[in-house]
Each structure stands twice: as structure tokens, then as C-alpha cells.
């Protein structure tokens, strides 16, 4: 994968995995599937703590907003 190509998720889980950074939050799908493809090392982070799942896309119906 093209570093260029990554998301921000991706760069952090690189930048922890490299010791660039010492911690980071990111999407733990992201996170399985990048060291399912041998993109991000799992031994080399350790999970801190995992939060409820947040959704990924909020949508607003502007005419429930308006009015």
C-alpha cells in the first residue's frame, strides 16, 4: 500500500508502530485489518483502552433541523 493512499488512521497506526509517536486513538477495524495485511507490526502497540463504538457517518435530515 502507497503511503500516499493511507488514511489518518493508517498514519497513526504506522507512527505508533514505528516509535514516532508514543500513543495515538484510532478505529480498532482499521487497526485489525492493517496488521491482517501485514501493513502495521500488532506486537510492536499495545491497546490502551477501547471506547464504545462511535459511528462512523452522521447524517442530518435538514428539514428536522430547519423549521
Same mark, same amino acid.
Given at each position: 500500500?502507497?503511503?500516499?493512499?493511507?488514511? !489518518?488512521?493508517?498514519?497513526?497506526? !504506522?507512527?505508533?508502530?514505528?516509535?514516532?509517536?508514543?500513543? /495515538?486513538? %484510532? &478505529? %480498532?477495524?482499521? $487497526?485489525?485489518?492493517?496488521?491482517?495485511?501485514? %501493513?502495521?507490526? /500488532?506486537?510492536?502497540?499495545?491497546?490502551?483502552?477501547? &471506547?464504545?463504538?462511535?459511528?462512523?457517518?452522521?447524517? $442530518?435530515?435538514?428539514?428536522? %433541523?430547519? /423549521?
Amino acid at each position: 500500500m502507497c503511503a500516499a493512499a493511507w488514511t !489518518a488512521h493508517d498514519t497513526v497506526a !504506522a507512527a505508533v508502530a514505528e516509535r514516532k509517536v508514543a500513543a /495515538g486513538g %484510532l &478505529s %480498532l477495524p482499521v $487497526f485489525r485489518r492493517l496488521v491482517a495485511e501485514g %501493513l502495521v507490526d /500488532g506486537d510492536a502497540v499495545r491497546l490502551l483502552a477501547e &471506547s464504545p463504538p462511535i459511528p462512523e457517518y452522521i447524517r $442530518f435530515d435538514e428539514a428536522r %433541523l430547519v /423549521g
